[in-house]
RNA sequence: GGAGAGCUGGCUGAGCGGUCGAAAGCGGCGGUCUUGAAAACCGUUGAAGGGCAACCUUCCGGGGGUUCGAAUCCCUCGCUCUCCGCCA
């Protein structure tokens, strides 16, 4: 959410940023909507404070014994008045609130302006895409190999976008997500967590899915209405929702394996073949909680702590800021990495590490206690995937595929792999 | 699933339907003392919104109700704890 004040005095400008992203805000009528809401409020405190004297009177006088009945007269018509006047406030401030809670973050002044993805920037790459003496293969075409990315059985059992892995690929799936973890926690300082796959309405506002982009979610049909998580960006970043941080804990830097699951609503017809896009995949995240003067830093480290991942998994990649009509909606700034896979002959997504400014923050009431002014301020919070795990398992797969269609294992998940070089 | 207790400020914890935004303690901040620190003592210290300001409004788990007036009474939902039952 931005912040509501800056929306009230600097609206043009707000406006002006929003576009960036394509994002049309109509001006007119949250001014409109605004000088009601003030005159309204107004109005309705003055009532409030009407009420609040004369029953205050009333207790005076009724303790010093006095005949209440002709301040009671007084005070009979008050109440409908003020009745209707604090609904009317509510109906505003509603409205008004459905608005705040739609607009996106506003983008960082680094962001390159651009209409979609092909307007991204590339930061820098890292590794050579290998060169194959034989037509490299996509990953499910390897993995047809003893079953081991089995579409037909996982459609039979759910549906479209969903597989089972067998065996070998089963267990280089469980090995990379520990390798993933144990690289986070042991090398980059992140600690590990363990939570519900499925949240809360209160939850999903707070980082922003809800109350937009409620059709990419799953819902539950349950009495409470839970959904299930998109990421574990939801309920690892939500821990500090309603809460004051102790500053002196900052930065959190907070490592979760999770499925995810999604909809893919509107993707229909993209990546129907394959691992790419599933409705339910593994991913290893990363949030950080910092200070407001930290989290631009705390991106720059995540983007980092992400690539550490790939390089040693020895997977070429790229680096890319997102332009300001592809960075998602609760993004200042994002960065993409992307992945070379050698079957597409591209460079593919695998991490997006995101900073949100105090975007999140405010939604979720999220504070520190600032120890230099003693005031409260709210958090900065960023994500980061650090990878996705079903993607880095298509990664794998690709470029270390072997001529003779065998996949080597690489050096580094080799420990998880019972020391085994090839899958087999 | 059954029975009961509770949910109050950064934390712990008082609070008769009427100067209660809320005692007290802890913590924080400022000061005295000290070479410095600790201890002790004194003072100060909730959040959000509106207004140039004085000041006003709202907030005691969420929502609704009763009342001139609700932290306090009623309903409802959520959560926590205790006991019983069931169970991975």
């Known amino acids: 959410m931005l912040d509501p004040k800056r929306l009230r005095t600097e609206l043009d400008e707000v406006a002006k940023q929003l576009a960036r992203r ?11 909507l605004e000088g009601q809401r003030k005159a ?16 205050k009177s009333i207790g005076q006088a009724k303790a010093r014994g006095e005949d209440i009945a002709p301040l009671m007269a007084e005070v009979s018509s008050l109440g409908d ?39 991204n920037v590339e930061v820098r790459r890292w590794g050579e895409p290998k060169q194959f003496d034989f037509e ?51 090398e980059h300082g992140y600690t590990e967590l363990y939570v519900p796959y499925m949240v809360n309405a209160d939850s999903l506002r707070g980082t922003g899915q809800l109350p937009k982009f409620e059709e990419d979610l799953f819902k539950l049909n349950n009495e409470q209405g839970y959904y299930l998580i998109p ?11 309603d809460t004051i941080v102790d500053a002196a804990s900052l930065p959190l830097k907070f490592t979760s394996h999770t499925p995810c699951f999604r909809s893919e609503a509107g993707s229909h017809g993209k990546d129907t073949r394959g691992l790419i896009r599933q409705h339910q995949f593994e991913k ?63 460079y593919r997504e695998i991490s997006s590490c995101s900073n949100t400014l ?12 600032n120890p230099e002014t003693g005031k409260t301020e709210l958090l900065h919070t960023l994500n980061g995937s650090g990878v996705a795990v079903g993607r880095a398992l298509v990664a794998v797969v690709e470029n270390y595929q072997q001529a003779d269609g065998r996949i080597r294992i690489p050096e580094v998940l080799r420990n998880y792999m019972g020391g085994a070089e090839y899958l087999t």
Request: aromatic share 6%.
């Open 22 to 32: 394509g994002f049309k805000l109509d001006v007119d009528a949250v001014r409109a």
């Open 40 to 55: 309204l409020q107004t109005h309705t405190e003055e009532l409030q404070n009407q009420r609040n004297l004369r029953s």
């Open 81 to 119: 008045q003020l009745k209707t006047a604090e609904q009317d406030l509510a109906k505003i401030q509603t409205d008004l609130e459905t608005i705040a809670l739609g607009l996106p973050n506003i983008l960082d002044a680094s962001v390159p302006d651009g209409a979609d993805e092909n307007q």
């Open 136 to 186: 490299p293969k996509q990953h499910f075409e390897l993995g047809t190999n003893q079953a081991w990315m089995d579409f037909e059985s996982a459609s039979k059992l759910t549906g479209a976008r969903f597989v089972v892995l067998r065996a070998a690929m089963a267990r280089l799936h469980r090995a990379l997500t520990q390798f993933m973890l144990d690289t986070h926690t042991q």
């Open 231 to 241: 990421t574990s960006e939801v309920p690892v970043t939500n821990l500090v929702r």
């Open 284 to 346: 290893v995240e990363m949030v950080q909680i910092t200070r407001p003067d930290q989290s631009w830093q705390a991106l720059e480290e995540m983007v980092g702590n992400a690539e550490a991942i790939l390089q040693k998994l020895g997977l070429p990649y790229r680096v890319i800021t997102l332009c300001s009509g592809d960075t998602g909606f609760s993004a200042a700034k994002t960065y993409d990495l992307e992945v070379w896979l050698p079957g597409q002959q591209k």
């Open 358 to 369: 105090d975007f999140q923050a405010r939604r979720m009431v999220a504070r520190f206690r």
